[in-house]
């Protein structure tokens, strides 16, 4: 069985860090791209960035991009988000997601872990 475990969400400042983990399991981890979804308040899904399998190339969405890196660690089966100068708009519950399957690929999700920003 699939499992995706997210953790390391808080409160946090205007301008601090944190540091987000995806604890993998029930796959062979290192064959598959990795990603981070957030969903803010009120707000649909928005792609936060992904990771290819042997960890070497990284995507961002441009509201993160210079501020969020995507690492993983393939001895670990593990994923982390290093966010920095966080921003109120950065609250949201943040997914940890990965897809493959043959031949309809299925997305598989985390239960999410809250990041909120603020004063």
């Known amino acids: 069985e699939v499992q995706l475990v997210e953790s390391g969400g808080g409160l946090v400042q205007p301008g601090g860090s944190l540091r987000l983990s995806c604890a993998a399991s029930g796959f062979t981890f290192d064959n598959y791209a990795m990603s981070w979804v957030r969903q803010g308040p009120g707000k649909g899904l928005e792609w936060v960035s992904t990771i290819e399998p042997n960890g070497r190339i990284t995507y961002y969405g441009e509201s993160v991009r210079g501020r969020f890196t995507i690492s993983r660690d393939n001895a670990k089966n593990t994923l982390y988000l290093q966010m920095n100068s966080l921003r109120p708009e950065d609250t949201a519950v943040y997914y940890c997601?990965?897809?493959?399957?043959?031949?309809?690929?299925?997305?598989?999700w985390g239960q999410g872990t809250q990041v909120t920003v603020s004063v």
């Open positions: 997601n990965t897809r493959f399957g043959y031949p309809r690929p299925h997305d598989y």
